[in-house]
C-alpha cells in the first residue's frame, strides 16, 4: 500500500479523541485521555513531557502497533483503526520507519542484515538490500561493522543500527522513540542531521519522543503532554542551524 502524495506542511497524522487505558475494573488506568495530536510533511514534530504520561503510548499508537479504544488515527488517510491486521501491517512496513528505545535489532543476523529486514519484507532481494544497508550504515557512521553482530557493538551504536535500519526504505513516515538516549554528542549530531535532511521532504514527516533537551532545538514542532493529554503545542522557526548541545542527555 504506498502512501498518497502530499504537498508541503501537509497534515498527514491526524490522531483525534483519542483514548487508551490498561487493566480492568478498580485497577483500569488511563493512559491516553481525548489526545488530538497532528504531524506534518517538512517537519520534525517532537513529543515531550514527563515519564509516565502517555508519550511512548500515544506514538505506539500512531504507529499502528497498539490498537486504541476510543477515536480516531489517520496517517496519509488510512485510518488505522479501520484496517485488518494484514492491511495494517503491510501499510506499515511500506509507510512507517520504527525507531524502539530498546532498538530490537534481530541477535543472530548480522548488523547489516539487520538494517535490510524492511527491505526484505518489501521484496527486495539480497544482494539489493545488502548495498543499500551498507550504504544507511555509511550515514550513522557504522560503514566498517556491517559484518558484526550486535553483541559485538555499544549500546550507542546499537541505536545507530536501529536507525539506520528505519531510514533504509526511506519511509514517509519516521517515528523514534527516545532515539538520541544512548547517543554521545557526536553520534547525536549526525542522527539529528540525517532527521532534519529526511523532514526536508516535502513527502516525509518525522515524530520523536524525547526527554533530551539538548535536541529540542532540531524540532519544527514541539507538543507537550502531561497526564495523558497534549497540553501545549507551539511551533519553532529555525534562524539558524539546530545545534546538539554538549551536556549529558536527562
Not at 532515539?179 to 532534519?196: M, N, Q, W, Y
Not at 532540531?218 to 495523558?228: F, L, N, P, V, W
Request: overall charge neutral.
Amino acid at each position: 500500500m504506498t502512501p498518497p502524495s502530499s504537498s508541503p506542511s501537509q497534515v498527514v497524522v491526524d490522531a483525534r479523541s483519542v483514548e487508551k487505558s490498561f487493566g480492568d475494573g478498580p485497577n483500569r488506568i488511563r493512559v491516553l485521555k481525548q489526545v488530538d495530536f497532528t504531524a506534518r510533511t517538512g517537519e520534525i514534530t517532537m513529543l515531550v513531557g514527563p515519564s509516565g504520561c502517555g508519550k511512548t503510548t500515544l506514538l505506539s499508537a500512531l504507529a499502528g502497533t497498539l490498537s486504541i479504544d476510543n477515536g480516531t488515527i489517520r496517517v496519509f488517510d488510512h485510518s488505522l483503526e479501520k484496517m485488518s491486521g494484514g492491511a495494517l501491517t503491510r501499510f506499515r512496513s511500506n509507510t512507517i520507519g520504527f525507531i524502539f528505545q530498546q532498538f530490537n535489532l534481530i541477535p543472530t543476523l548480522s548488523v547489516a542484515e539487520n538494517v535490510g529486514v524492511p527491505l526484505r519484507i518489501q521484496g527486495v532481494s539480497s544482494g539489493k538490500a545488502l548495498k543499500r544497508s551498507r550504504e544507511a550504515l555509511e550515514k550513522v557512521g557504522l560503514g566498517d561493522r556491517w559484518k558484526e553482530r550486535p553483541n559485538k557493538l555499544s549500546g550507542g551504536q546499537q541505536q545507530r543500527v536501529a536507525i539506520a535500519r528505519a531510514l533504509v526504505h526511506e519511509p514517509p513516515l519516521i517515528i523514534c522513540d527516545e532515539p538520541t538516549a544512548s547517543l554521545d554528542a557526536k553520534s547525536g549530531e549526525i542522527v539529528l542531521d540525517l532527521f532534519r535532511k529526511a523532514a526536508c521532504s516535502p513527502d516525509r514527516a518525522v515524530i520523536i519522543v524525547t526527554h533530551d533537551s539538548r535536541i529540542f532545538s532540531y524540532a519544527d514542532r514541539i507538543s507537550r503532554m502531561d497526564d495523558g493529554q497534549i497540553v501545549e503545542t507551539t511551533e519553532q522557526d529555525h534562524q539558524q542551524t539546530p545545534h546538539f548541545e554538549h551536556e549529558t542527555p536527562h
